[in-house]
């Protein structure tokens, strides 16, 4: 199955916790410089978006795993039946 790797989506929580905790702090800072703060909101969105587009192709992947798993059980349950069928008529 595709879709986000657990270490990878750790990983991007954590950087996103690590700007998002720059950011406050970079906020009470009355010498914090403003290039520095765009900067850091950039990255931030960043890192959020790209969050966003790992968590849509998971979402994806296991939908579409879901119904590859259900098509394969409905092809089972059939041949089963037709397996069954024939014992019974021998």
């Not at 906020?27 to 403003?34: G, I, M, R, T, V």
């Amino acid at each position: 199955m595709q879709g986000i790797e657990p270490k990878f989506h750790s990983s991007l929580t954590d950087r996103m916790e690590y700007y998002r905790t720059l950011l406050k702090k970079t906020a009470s800072d009355p010498e914090a410089q403003p290039s520095e703060m765009i900067s850091k909101i950039s990255e931030l969105r960043e890192l959020y978006e790209d969050y966003l587009t790992h968590k849509k192709q998971l979402e994806r992947s296991i939908k579409n795993y879901r119904q590859y798993h259900n098509d394969l059980r409905k092809q089972l349950t059939l041949h089963v039946r037709e397996l069954r069928r024939k014992t019974r008529q021998k």
